[in-house]
């Protein structure tokens, strides 16, 4: 499963690929995709055109404000959901993360090992939820063709039937009720059906 970090910051390329090489050995089975941005527009392209499952966020990038970024994705449906990780050297900006409710606040020099963990913990729940979503959707969608399958069936039953009555002993209510069940049987059918539009 891939992973996606975008970071915010103005730190050196390799450290933030050096994130995604531990993150990668300690998360198996998924692999970490890095995008980094400098401006809000950047970053902003980012999250339009991929799927990012965690923002780390620089509080000393001199070319963005942090915290307005974070208020106006929280606002946007398509992106309040990502976990934001916010980093910076000044404790003033953790008094402000602490009135947002923001609990993922390291303060520089790093604690890089705990830093890893929480990135970790992080990208874990990420990975489960889509699992899970993924899993529902499996599921759903077995449902649904077991249910067709077995209207079909029913339908070409009925439809034997019709044939053996007007061959053998045409019974004109048998017919009708042959006729009705297949009716209902069909209209089953197009209901689960994914297509939108039908012709006959």
């Keep these: 499963m891939k992973l996606n970090i975008l970071f915010l910051t103005q730190d050196d390329r390799m450290v933030l690929e050096f994130i995604g090489y531990t ?6 089975d998924s692999s970490i995709g890095i995008f980094d941005a400098q401006y809000e527009k ?19 990038i001199d070319t963005l404000e942090s915290y307005e970024f974070y208020d106006m994705l929280r606002l946007d449906v398509k992106f309040r959901d990502i976990p ?37 913990n992080l990208l874990s729940q990420t990975r489960a939820s889509k699992n899970n979503h993924n899993y529902s959707i499996d599921y759903e969608e077995e449902i649904i ?9 029913q339908i070409i039953e009925d439809s034997n039937s019709i044939e053996k009555l007007i061959e053998n002993h045409p019974n004109e209510d048998q017919l009708k009720k042959l006729v009705t069940q297949i009716k209902n049987n069909t209209d089953k059918l197009l209901s689960v059906s994914p297509a939108d539009t039908y012709t006959f």
Excluded at 99 to 112: E, M, Q, R, T, W
Excluded at 145 to 153: G, I, R
């Design 145 to 153: 063709n077991e249910d067709s399958t077995s209207l079909l069936n």
């Design 84 to 120: 934001f990780v916010f980093l910076s050297s000044n404790e003033e900006d953790q008094e402000i993360a602490i009135l947002k409710g923001i609990s993922n606040f390291f303060l520089k020099p790093l604690d890089v090992e705990k830093l890893l963990e929480t990135l970790h």
């Design 42 to 60: 950047e970053a902003i392209d980012i999250l339009e055109f991929n799927t990012i499952d965690l923002i780390i966020a620089d509080m000393n």
């Design 23 to 28: 993150l990668e050995e300690s998360l198996k």
